[in-house]
């Protein structure tokens, strides 16, 4: 697999989540009363500058593992072991979560309306490395 087809895979496997989990987020604050939402735009704010800042260092860091990898490699090879772990955690915890009753929708708004869209900014990363 060229090395270009790495860069789009790390792309659709960080996007999808992130439209999704963005899509939850929004959702969720449309069911919340006109007068909390100052603080939890102020919380979503701050969880989407967290997650830019810590997902352009892993990009940077994927994004060099994938440019060291030969021209013709595998699509294992997109992202190193701790990194499809971490990507199978996460993904079982997401999943966990939306079976979680007592999960409260403010959470949901804020944090996942952070989340979304850092995996969003993440696969763009990605795909501007594959050009």
Sequence with gaps: MNKRFLYLIAAV????PGIMIAIKGI????TMPGNELWWLILI???VLTGFIMM???IVKRYCALIAAEPDK???WHTFPLRGWILIICMSC??????FMPFIP???TASFYSGLGPALI???ILFTKHSF
Excluded: D, N, S
């Excluded at 496997?13 to 999808?16: A, D, E, T």
């Excluded at 959702?27 to 449309?30: E, L, P, Q, S």
């Excluded at 915890?93 to 939306?98: D, E, F, R, T, Y």
């Design 13 to 16: 496997i960080w996007g999808i």
């Design 27 to 30: 959702r969720a604050y449309t």
């Design 44 to 46: 979503t704010a701050f």
């Design 55 to 57: 997902f352009r260092r």
């Design 73 to 75: 490699t595998t699509v």
């Design 93 to 98: 915890l997401g999943i966990a979560l939306k």
């Design 105 to 107: 929708a403010e959470f």
């Design 121 to 123: 900014i993440a696969a």
